[in-house]
């Protein structure tokens, strides 16, 4: 009977650590910079990587995130996203990188990364910012210049402008492609539509609210 009970010990430990393991794995070489011709590559790791003698500094380099993002759109706000997909590099490694860039007043709307907690700060203005957990409360901070934030990974949260000058923060995630689905975006404006009638029993709207919700342009910020 004790040998039954750590057999099932030991199983459940190791179905822990593969779920543990789950987001972007340790690489087994010293990277693995992506490709999408399959002929010119090796196969290491699961993916296709580039041979490891044809491998440049430009694998590894993104220029520019000096530059603002343009902010002229609906939430006021602009995502400029450093991830496997700018600099493939990034594959196995399992971190990447992001600026916001905020108009006074403007908001990167609720959302989620699926693969990867997030760690802001704030370069410039100041920023109303926010999580909810998995019971529901609400974790907020005002951060100003300097000040550093962490959203875990797969909770809902925001970052609001509440100055009227510009705002601008940098942002570091625990995936080399970490996902984001904004919430607002992704239930209103599904493709195709969710049945109005889910909406108007989950949200207690009225069916010509949730109808009309559903047609609105609903755009992100990336």
């Not at 974790?139 to 797969?154: A, M, N, R, S």
């Amino acid at each position: 009977m004790k040998g039954v009970h750590f057999y099932t010990a030991f199983v459940l430990l190791a179905l822990a650590f593969t779920l543990t393991s789950a987001f972007d794995p340790s690489p087994l070489q010293d990277f693995c910079v992506a490709i999408n011709d399959t002929k010119t590559g090796v196969f290491v790791n699961g993916k296709f990587c580039k041979d490891p003698k044809l491998v440049t500094a430009e694998d590894f380099f993104f220029p520019g995130l000096n530059k603002p993002g343009n902010t002229a759109n609906q939430l006021g706000s602009k995502v400029t996203a450093v991830n496997v997909l700018q600099i493939l590099g990034l594959n196995t490694l399992g971190i990447s990188l992001a600026r916001i860039d905020f108009a006074p007043y403007g908001l990167n709307p609720p959302h989620t990364h699926p693969r990867g907690t997030e760690i802001l700060t704030v370069l410039e203005g100041t920023l109303y910012v926010g999580f909810v957990t998995s019971d529901n409360r609400l974790i907020t901070k005002v951060l100003y210049p300097g000040d550093v934030f962490v959203f875990p990974i797969g909770l809902i949260h925001f970052q609001f402008n509440v100055g009227n000058t510009n705002a601008v923060a940098l942002a570091g995630l625990s995936s080399q492609n970490p996902g984001v689905i904004t919430i607002a975006k992704a239930v209103f404006g599904s493709n195709p539509a969710i049945n109005p009638d889910v909406l108007v029993k989950a949200f207690q709207l009225d069916l010509n609210i949730v109808k009309q919700l559903q047609s609105k342009l609903w755009m992100d910020n990336n």
